[in-house]
C-alpha cells in the first residue's frame, strides 16, 4: 500500500488542502510519535486514553500493524474488542499567530486511524508487539532488557489495529491573514515547537552508567 486512500470514514470534508495522501508520511509519523490517544465507546459513552504503542510496518494486518498497550484488567479492553475504535497520533510542531483570533493555528501532524482491533494472543507476535512498544520510547532499549516474567505477561494486554483505513493532515507555514490585516501593523508569524530531553537522571538506586541506547535517545531529543 503505497497511498493513503481514505474510506468515508477517514475522508477528510475540512481544509483539503492539508491532506497528506503519500502513506510515506503516514509511517514517519508513527516512528516520530510517542503517545496514542484510543478512543472507544464504553456502553453510554466514549472514553478517549492516552496509551503507549509500537508499530510494525510488515506486520500481519492489511497495510501495517499498530500495537497498543493496556492492562487486563482496564475497563475499556472488553469494549474495545467489540466493534470499532479510532486511534490518533499528533504531532505539534509549532504556535501559529496571526493578527486575528479566527486565523491563530497550529503546525502540526496528524493522522486517524479506524478499524476494529484484535487482542494479540499469539506468544511470539506478542513478545515482538511488546518490544516494538519499549522501542518505541526509547529504539534498542529491549535487546537489553531481561525476559518479561509469566504474571508480568498475564496482565498486559496488547492490542493490534491495521493500518489500512488510516488519513493525515498537516500544517505548515505562516500564518494565512486577510490582507486588510497585515497592513494594519499587527505582528503576525510562528513560535516552532519540539519535543526535547533535559538529559538523563539515574535512578537514586542505579549503580551503572548510562547505557548506550538511553544516551543515544536523551541526545537525539537534546
Known sequence: MSDLSPTPRTTVSREKERVVTDREHLHALLADGLVAHLGVTMGSHPVVLPTAYGVDLAGPDEGGTLYLHGSVAAGWLASALTGDVCVTITELDGLVAAR????????YRSAVVIGTPRRVDDPAERRRALDLIVDQMIPGRAAT???PTRKELAATAVLALSLAEASMKQRSGDPEDEPEDVAAGIWGGVIPLRRISDGVVPSADSHRDVPADVRARAEALG
Open 100 to 107: 486575528s483570533g479566527f486565523n491563530h493555528s497550529m503546525n
Open 145 to 147: 532488557l531481561r525476559e
